[in-house]
C-alpha cells in the first residue's frame, strides 16, 4: 500500500568548493509521519533542509515536497510549507503578535485573517500574555515556540524543523516536544533535524542517521536500536578477579563477544527472553557469584557510535556551510 | 495581475516592518533626529564663522548641503536591517513563503521614503528655526523636495547592496561610512568649492554630490541652477539603474547560492 510520500530526495548532492555537504541523499517521508534527519555538526543536515525549503539549489539530483519539484516549482512548494529552525528567526523588533500577523499576510491570507490566526497561535503556544511585547524581550524558549507558530501560520502540511531545540534547557525543550507532538496528532507531516539523539528517539516515526553527506542508516527506532546488537546484559560479579571466566561461561549465549568494562561483564545479546534466567545458570554452573544483574536497552547514542565510529556531538551550534 | 498585486500588497507589509523599527531602537532615533540637528548647529556656530560664502549666509548655504547629506545616509537602515535579516536567518523564513521575492527589498527602500520625509521635516524646521529662508517658488520648492526623495531613494539601494554584501550590521556601517562620508565632505556641501586646494577642486567639481547638493541650493535658494538639476536627476536615476539590479542579484546570490 504505497502512497505517495510528502517528501522524497533522490541523489541529492550539494558542494560548497571542496566540500561535500551531501553526497547523494535519499529520503522518503511518509505523509503524516514524522521523520528525524539525525546527525553530528557539519552533517550536511541544514543544507539538505534548506534545499528542500527552496533556499538553496541543489547541484544534482531531485527533491520534492507534496509531489512539487523545489527547483522547477518552487513558488508551488512554498506554499505547501512552514520553516522553523534553530536560528528561531522573528524580529526583535515586532511584538509577538506583529511577527504573526505580518506572516500571514505574507502567505496572502485572505482579508482579517493574519491578525485571527495570529491570536489563536498565540493562545495555543501559551504566548497571548507576551502578545504585545517586543520580541526582543522573549526569552528563547518563548522565541523558540514563536518561530514554531509563525511556521504553522498557514497551516501548511508538511512542517520543517531544523534543530528546534538547538541551545535551549530541558524544560524549554520538553515544551516545545509537547508542542510538535500536538501538532503531528493533527496530520501535519514534520521533518525534523537534530542532533540529540533522545530528541530523534521520542518524536520520530522512522531516522535517516546521516553523517559526512551520506545516508548511513535508516529505520525506526526501534530497528536502528537492533542492528547494534539489540540488548545488552551487564552483570556484576561479587568477585571481580573472575570476570574472564565470566566471558568463557557466557560466551554461547552472546550474539556477540561479552567483555569486560568498569568491573561488570557486558553480556550483548540478541533476544532478551529467558537469557537472564540463561546466564544466571550458567555463571552458577561454573561456580561465579553474581552480585547484580541487569538488561540494557541500546540508546541512540550507541547506535550513533557504532554506525560513525565516532561519537555524536551534544554541544554547540550546528557549523554547517552557510550560504553567502 | 494578481501576481502584482500581491508584490504591491508584500511591499507595503514589509516596508511597514522596516518603519516599526525605528522608534523602537533608540539608537536610530537618535541618527534621524538629534544626530543631524547637531550636525547643523555645529556648523552654523562653530564652523559658519570662518566659512566665508560670497554672497549668501552661511545658514542658507549650509542648509541645503547639509539635508542632500543627511537624505543619503537615510537609507542607512537599510543596510543595517538587510544585514541584521541575513544574520539573525530572517531571510531565511522570507524566503521560504509564497511572498515576491523582491518584496523584502522594494519594502526596505520604500519605507526609507517613509524616513527621509520624516528627516526632511526635522531638518528644514531646525533650520527655519535658525534663520534659514526659501528664497524661491513654491514650485522650486516642491521640485527640490522631490529631487531629495529620489535622491534618498538611489541611495537606499546603495545601502541595500552594501547591507546584502556585509557579514554583520557593524561591517555595514564601516563599509557605508568610510565610502560615503568622504564623498560628500569633498563636494560643495559645507564649504565653495573654490577654496579647497587646486587639485581637489576638479574632483569636487565633478563629485556628483556636488550637483545634487548646487541643485537643491539652486531650488531652495532661487540661484541659477546651471546644468545642476538636470546632472543630479541623470545621477540619481543611473544609481537606481545600477543599484536595484546589483541588489536584486546579490539578494539572489545571498539566496541561492
Excluded at chain 1, 495555543?124 to 515556540?145: E, I, K, N, P, Q
Excluded at chain 2, 547637531?38 to 549650509?62: E, K, N, Q, R
Excluded at chain 2, 568622504?182 to 559645507?190: C, E, G, Q
Excluded at chain 2, 535658494?221 to 539590479?245: C, E, Q, S
Amino acid at each position: 500500500m504505497e502512497s505517495a510520500p510528502a517528501v522524497e530526495t533522490v541523489g541529492l548532492r550539494k558542494s560548497y568548493g571542496n566540500v561535500h555537504a551531501l553526497r547523494g541523499v535519499d529520503l522518503r517521508v511518509e505523509s503524516g509521519s514524522v521523520f528525524g534527519l539525525l546527525g553530528p555538526n557539519g552533517a550536511g543536515k541544514t543544507t539538505a533542509v534548506r534545499i528542500l525549503t527552496t533556499l538553496l539549489l541543489p547541484d544534482g539530483g531531485s527533491a520534492s515536497v507534496e509531489g512539487s519539484d523545489v527547483v522547477r516549482n518552487a513558488a508551488r512548494v512554498r506554499e505547501q510549507i512552514g520553516l522553523a529552525g534553530q536560528y528561531a528567526a522573528v524580529d526583535e523588533n515586532l511584538t509577538g503578535f506583529e511577527n504573526l500577523d505580518m506572516v500571514g499576510r505574507l502567505y496572502h491570507l485572505p482579508r482579517g485573517q493574519p491578525g485571527t490566526r495570529a491570536r489563536e497561535l498565540l493562545s495555543s503556544f501559551d504566548l497571548s500574555d507576551a502578545a504585545d511585547r517586543l520580541v526582543r524581550t522573549y526569552s528563547g524558549g518563548m522565541r523558540r515556540r514563536l518561530d514554531l507558530a509563525a511556521a504553522l501560520v498557514a497551516r501548511p502540511p508538511v512542517l520543517f524543523l531544523d534543530e528546534p531545540t538547538t541551545g535551549l534547557d530541558i524544560r524549554s525543550r520538553i515544551e516545545l516536544w509537547d508542542a510538535i507532538e500536538a501538532l503531528v496528532s493533527g496530520g501535519t507531516t514534520v521533518l525534523l533535524t537534530t542532533q540529540y539523539l533522545d530528541e530523534a528517539d521520542r518524536l520520530a516515526d522512522a531516522i535517516a542517521v546521516i553523517d559526512q553527506g551520506l545516508v548511513i542508516a535508516e529505520g525506526t527506532p526501534r530497528e536502528l536500536k537492533s542492528q547494534v546488537g539489540g540488548e545488552r546484559l551487564d552483570i556484576h560479579l561479587c568477585d571481580e578477579q573472575r570476570g574472564d571466566e565470566a566471558v568463557a561461561a557466557l560466551a554461547a549465549i552472546a550474539s556477540d563477544r561479552p567483555f569486560l568494562e568498569d568491573g561488570s561483564v557486558r553480556v550483548p545479546v540478541a533476544e532478551r527472553r529467558g537469557t537472564i534466567a540463561d546466564a544466571v545458570r550458567r555463571l552458577d554452573d561454573a561456580g561465579i557469584a553474581i552480585d547484580d544483574i541487569s538488561v540494557s536497552s541500546p540508546t541512540l547514542d550507541d547506535v550513533f557510535l557504532n554506525l560513525t565510529g565516532h561519537a555524536a556531538e551534544h554541544e554547540g551550534e550546528e557549523a554547517e556551510v552557510q550560504s553567502r | 495581475m494578481k501576481a502584482l498585486r500581491y508584490g504591491i500588497s508584500d511591499t507595503l507589509v514589509l516596508a511597514k516592518r522596516s518603519l516599526l523599527r525605528i522608534p523602537r531602537q533608540p539608537d536610530l532615533l537618535v541618527g534621524f533626529t538629534i544626530q543631524p540637528i547637531l550636525f547643523i548647529l555645529l556648523f552654523v556656530y562653530v564652523f559658519g564663522g570662518a566659512i566665508s560664502t560670497p554672497g549668501l549666509d552661511y545658514v542658507d548655504f549650509l542648509i541645503p548641503g547639509i539635508i542632500v547629506q543627511s537624505i543619503v545616509f537615510g537609507g542607512f537602515v537599510t543596510a543595517l536591517g538587510l544585514s541584521d535579516d541575513l544574520k539573525k536567518g530572517l531571510i531565511d523564513r522570507f524566503r521560504s513563503l509564497p511572498m515576491t521575492r523582491s518584496a523584502l527589498l522594494t519594502g526596505r527602500t520604500l519605507g526609507d521614503v517613509a524616513t527621509n520625509i520624516f528627516q526632511l521635516v526635522v531638518m528644514f524646521s531646525v533650520g527655519l528655526l535658525i534663520g534659514f529662508n526659501f528664497s524661491s517658488s513654491v514650485g522650486e520648492v516642491v521640485a527640490g523636495i522631490l529631487l531629495l526623495l529620489l535622491i534618498g531613494y538611489a541611495f537606499s539601494w546603495v545601502f541595500a547592496f552594501i547591507g546584502l554584501s556585509s557579514s554583520s550590521p557593524e561591517a555595514s556601517n564601516a563599509y557605508g561610512f568610510t565610502i560615503l562620508f568622504p564623498i560628500t565632505f569633498v563636494s560643495s556641501a559645507f564649504v565653495p568649492v573654490d577654496t579647497m586646494p587646486s587639485w581637489l577642486q576638479p574632483i569636487a567639481e565633478h563629485n556628483p554630490f556636488t550637483y545634487m547638493v548646487n541643485a537643491a541650493r539652486a531650488l531652495f535658494l532661487g540661484l541659477p541652477a546651471g546644468d545642476n538639476v538636470w546632472l543630479a536627476l541623470v545621477w540619481t536615476l543611473a544609481i537606481i539603474a545600477v543599484f536595484a539590479p546589483l541588489s536584486a542579484w546579490k539578494y539572489r546570490r545571498v539566496v541561492a547560492q
